[in-house]
């Protein structure tokens, strides 16, 4: 087995996405683990110039696939590029973001390799990873292993923090992969970006989350005034996105999005398993209802029992006081 641990560096408009400095951090500790070297994949077009950074990462060497024909993430592309480019590697970290996910099957297969899943935590044994990850919704956890010889794990974002470590000399290298030898059948075209330009749910370290609870979609402005001054962002609760309250891209849980922030706040939210399936990763979870009994709260830190109209108002006016 190489002793070469490999992550993915995700892009976006040829900038590099927060996620791949998480996948950095959780590379150079296998490493660490392992006596290998940890080094970066990149594929995009126009990003060569922007990985050095990843050098504060203790980071030494970036291999990058840089071409107009990856200007846009396409699935056969981007898995010829990174196929290729991890044939020797004993170590792949993917983040398990809208890409990643997309990604990293698609690679596995082509490599024909085993793979593990949304790891949200992980230890070394024996040269092997042995990746916690959640099932049945969030209500339980397991411990996987792998037998393949390619050590392949993709990380839930925002789980593990990106660590700088004191800096080296990364060294940024182009791959030999030939760029047009991939027939690329999907070509997209344009990515339309929804009204608003906020940040997504899922790189979100504050969200505020409602439910049913909040009982007509124009109360939503008072979760948006919150989340204003948290620096956050609004999320919802499958039962409003049905309702059409709130669009799907703004849904958590198990089928919306999977969150991970700092702070996570329900409000008028039952907290039924589908829900907790979305969020229940969240470093701090406040809930805020009117039943005693919901079940959100078996799940949050801390839980204010009353009428959110009533509550909500004044959460936002004493965190304008403390924050302003």
């Excluded at 660590?163 to 760029?179: I, L, M, P, Q």
């Amino acid at each position: 087995m190489s002793n070469k641990v490999a992550f993915f560096i995700e892009t976006r408009d040829s900038e590099v996405r927060n996620v791949s400095f998480e996948a950095a951090t959780v590379a150079r500790k296998i490493a660490s683990e392992t006596g290998g070297t940890p080094v970066g994949i990149a594929v995009g077009s126009g990003i060569s110039g922007k990985l050095a950074e990843f050098g504060e990462y203790g980071i030494p060497e970036v291999i990058v696939v840089d071409s107009p024909n990856f200007a846009k993430y396409t699935s056969e592309g981007y898995t010829a590029a990174v196929a290729d480019s991890v044939k020797e590697v004993g170590f792949l970290v993917i983040t398990a973001s809208a890409m990643g996910a997309d990604l990293a099957p698609r690679v596995a297969a082509r490599l024909d390799t085993e793979l593990i899943s949304d790891a949200v935590d992980f230890n070394i044994s024996g040269g092997k990873i042995e990746a916690v990850k959640p099932v049945f919704a969030g209500k339980a956890r397991i411990t996987v292993t792998t037998s393949s010889e390619l050590q392949f794990v993709t990380i839930r974002p925002k789980v593990f923090s990106p660590e700088k470590d004191g800096g080296v000399s990364c060294e940024v290298t182009a791959s030999g992969f030939d760029a047009g030898s991939v027939n690329i059948r999907a070509v997209v075209k344009e990515v339309v970006k929804g009204a608003g330009g906020k940040i997504d749910l899922t790189e979100a370290d504050i969200i505020v989350s409602g439910g049913r609870g909040m009982k007509d979609p124009e109360n939503f402005k008072m979760l948006e005034d919150l989340a204003d001054v948290l620096g956050g962002v609004v999320g919802a609760s499958r039962a409003v996105v049905d309702a059409g309250w709130k669009p799907h891209s703004d849904q958590v849980g198990q089928t919306g999005k999977t969150v991970t922030p700092k702070l996570y706040i329900a409000v008028g939210i039952s907290g039924a398993i589908q829900h907790l399936a979305g969020m229940s990763s969240s470093k701090c979870i406040v809930a805020v209802n009117n039943d005693a009994d919901a079940p959100i709260f078996k799940a949050a830190d801390y839980g204010i029992v009353g009428d959110l109209f009533d509550v909500v108002p004044v959460l936002t006016e004493e965190f304008k006081k403390v924050l302003d």
